[in-house]
């Protein structure tokens, strides 16, 4: 069974940074797609980033341009670099991980982006 340990959230003031990390361990045959959800009070869950094993990736349109997701394969990590962050911005993130037969999700962590 795959495990994903996510962390790196916090509070910080608008136009700061914060890089998510998401870690997942446990009997891993081969890690396809990964990536990012977010939820904030009261909205559905939006997908955030999105990137396949090769490489391609795909971004929600208002994080295009300050949101960065990368992974490393050796040690089935998945990254969101986030910069220029903005008061929507604030909501729990979700990492997901995609292999052949099952998905996984982290146990959230809070971004809060506020003066």
């Known amino acids: 069974q795959v495990q994903l340990v996510e962390s790196g959230g916090g509070v910080v003031q608008p136009g700061g940074s914060l890089r998510l990390s998401c870690k997942a361990s446990?009997?891993?045959?081969?890690?396809?797609?990964m990536g990012w959800y977010r939820q904030a009070p009261g909205k559905q869950r939006e997908l955030v980033a999105h990137m396949a094993r090769g490489g391609s990736t795909n971004y929600v349109d208002s994080v295009k341009g300050r949101f960065t997701i990368s992974r490393d394969n050796a040690e089935n990590t998945v990254y969101l670099q986030m910069n220029s962050l903005k008061p929507e911005d604030t909501a729990v993130y979700y990492c997901?991980?995609?292999?052949?037969?099952?998905?996984?999700w982290g146990q959230g962590t809070q971004v809060t982006v506020s003066s």
């Open positions: 997901y991980a995609e292999m052949t037969l099952s998905r996984y």
């Open positions: 446990g009997i891993i045959y081969r890690m396809n797609n």
